[in-house]
């Protein structure tokens, strides 16, 4: 064994060598843990050529016999690193979105293998999150993982290569390590039916206030048809009668929990993913719908992840629009670009275009929140502003709790015609009360 202190730390390694001869060495031989755990750290510390030393070590020693051993081995690492991703704040949809990320569609696919082997201890509990296992679902779709022993095999089969299929599990697992720790969003599959020991603003079970099924499907129904229409106009107009209707049935909701003895009650976090390419400039379209609907979020650059808090059915409402704006703006940003050639398809007119259609959508969304709220103090009275105040409010402190250091970033754009299209398209209609489409 050598010991190698990197960056002050201490590590214990496996001297392999890579001929996967352990007969001349003194004592015993390292066991499959060990030739796992260092072959991992080697990928943690970016130590590439040591990384492979080991994983032909590895294969060496699977191709003589030892498949099923290092199989289990394996298995059982990394069932263990995703448990504690969940006991770290991580969540499936978001660790899987990281892992494809920073690594490769390979990694992915080992994840997911993963994620339905650790999801079979709870999938059946009484306590089961419905969310959480609506994201396994979503991260492991038709997937039949062997059990243990029969992994490594299965991995083999689809990449045609023992070492290969070695290496991707070990680059997962040692990533799985590295993760950060994210703040709580709710208690991991390890809590479920018990009483977790402490309980912020972020982790507090939330009272459940999703939105009415019948205005989640007027909603749909309008975004659907902006979504399809080749008509900017007419894709603003049912937008802003979407965002309208949200807003007023989010207000009516809140003045019902108004009486709510706990003060945010109800307040909790998502996340949401925001995928490459342009993610920055698709992450300030998001913040837009995010003040719009009294929400409040925060963004992770190095993720490319995106933390939103809010009432349960505002954050609904949030992923619906975010969805369907994204789709709009690049649907919009394609077209628009035609006209101009080659210099269309250019990264600086994109990013410009999808900046400048977040912030001017920004305000177009306001606008219909606005115009909801007028309705609402015509029903409520002057009552509604302090519970409106209060509910954006509690969706701040709930961001601040558990991201009490923040700082601003500032996205810069450099394309003249990018911005001015991507206003035109942001822009293209008036969206007052003459502009508003009945819902069916």
């Known amino acids: 064994m050598k010991k190698r202190r990197r960056n002050g730390a201490s590590s214990v390694f496996w001297d392999g060598g890579g001929d996967g001869d352990t007969t001349t060495r003194r004592g015993a031989p390292p066991s499959w843990d060990e030739w796992v755990t260092g072959a991992a750290q080697a990928s943690v510390y970016g130590d590439e050529r040591d990384a492979r030393s080991r994983v032909r070590t590895l294969t060496d020693h699977a191709l003589r016999g030892g498949s099923g051993e290092l199989s289990d081995t394996l298995g059982d690492k990394l069932v263990a690193a995703v448990a504690g991703c969940w006991q770290r704040g991580w969540q499936p949809a978001d660790l899987t979105h990281v892992i494809g990320r920073q690594l490769k569609a390979d990694h992915r696919k080992v994840l997911a293998d993963v994620v339905a082997l650790d999801a079979v201890t709870y999938v059946y509990s009484a306590h089961a999150d419905p969310g959480w296992l609506a994201q396994v679902d979503a991260v492991t779709p038709d ?17 045609h290569d023992t070492e290969s299929a070695i290496a991707t599990a070990v680059e997962t697992l040692g990533l799985l390590w590295r993760l950060p720790t994210q703040p709580r969003l709710c208690p991991p599959p390890s809590e479920w039916g018990h009483t977790p020991r402490s309980s912020g603003p972020a982790d507090r079970p939330a009272a459940a206030r999703a939105a009415d099924p019948k205005i989640t499907q007027r909603v749909r129904a309008l975004l659907a048809k902006a979504e399809s229409t080749d008509f900017p106009e007419e894709a603003e107009a049912f937008t802003a009668k979407a965002q309208e209707l949200i807003a007023r049935h989010a207000i009516d909701q809140a003045m019902l929990d108004a009486g709510a003895e706990q003060p945010g009650r109800g307040t909790a976090g998502r996340r949401l993913l925001v995928d490459d390419p342009y993610a920055k400039a698709k992450s300030l379209l998001l913040n837009q719908i995010v003040a719009a609907n009294r929400c409040s979020c925060v963004w992770h650059p190095d993720l490319s992840i995106s933390t939103v808090f809010g009432q349960t059915g505002d954050l609904d409402a949030v992923e619906l629009l975010f969805t369907s704006l994204l789709t709009q703006a690049t649907a919009s940003m394609v077209t628009a670009g035609r006209s101009l050639g080659a210099s269309g398809r250019e990264r600086s007119f994109r990013q410009s275009f999808l900046v400048a259609f977040a912030s001017r959508i920004g305000e177009r969304l306001q606008e219909a929140t606005a115009s909801a709220v007028d309705a609402a103090r015509e029903r409520h009275g002057d009552d509604v502003l302090p519970v409106l105040a209060d509910s954006e409010a509690a969706a701040e402190a709930a961001r601040t709790d558990a991201f009490p250091r923040l700082r601003t970033q500032r996205i810069s754009t450099s394309n003249h015609h990018g911005w001015i299209a991507g206003q ?8 007052g009360p003459d502009a508003a489409i009945n819902a069916g």
């Open 143 to 159: 997937v039949a993982p062997p059990d243990r022993p029969g992994l490594l095999a299965h991995w083999t089969a689809a990449h």
């Open 424 to 431: 035109a398209a942001a822009d293209a209609a008036r969206l």
